[in-house]
């Protein structure tokens, strides 16, 4: 089955860490523009770090710069964010998606619209307790 599976959220109290993954099944992330985007209740989708095929280059939305660190890992086809020192703002559901193609990384992030992607993981839950 082709999917994106994504895990690792949970309740973390304020100043913890969490690290997010996103598995690919079904193909290779190699050719595809990846993101993390998250949305709280109540509030808009938030396109929270990504990154472009096409450089490498990563992007990361002011309000997690200096916390988070997207990474991908080829070999286990799994896109991680590292979040440190999380506050109660971070609580939300956190997506993953994936575009094919060369896209640069503040696009993918301003792309929330799961329409848009080729993929999309189911997203996984993280609470943030102050």
């Known amino acids: 089955e082709v999917q994106l599976q994504a895990s690792g959220g949970g309740l973390v109290q304020a100043g913890g860490s969490l690290r997010l993954s996103c598995e690919a099944s079904?193909?290779?992330?190699?050719?595809?523009?990846i993101g993390w985007f998250r949305q709280a209740p109540g509030k808009e989708r938030e396109g929270v770090s990504c990154?472009?095929?096409?450089?490498?280059?990563?992007f990361y939305s002011d309000s997690v710069k200096g916390r988070a660190t997207i990474t991908n890992d080829k070999l286990k086809n799994t896109m991680y964010l590292q979040m440190n020192n999380l506050k109660p703002e971070d609580t939300a559901v956190y997506y993953c998606?994936?575009?094919?193609?060369?896209?640069?990384?503040?696009?993918?992030?301003?792309?929330?619209?799961?329409?848009?992607?080729?993929?999309w993981g189911q997203g996984t839950l993280v609470t943030v307790s102050s």
């Open positions: 990154i472009s095929i096409s450089d490498g280059s990563t």
């Open positions: 079904g193909f290779t992330f190699g050719d595809y523009a």
């Open positions: 998606g994936a575009l094919l193609g060369s896209r640069d990384a503040p696009f993918i992030c301003r792309t929330v619209s799961s329409l848009i992607y080729d993929y």
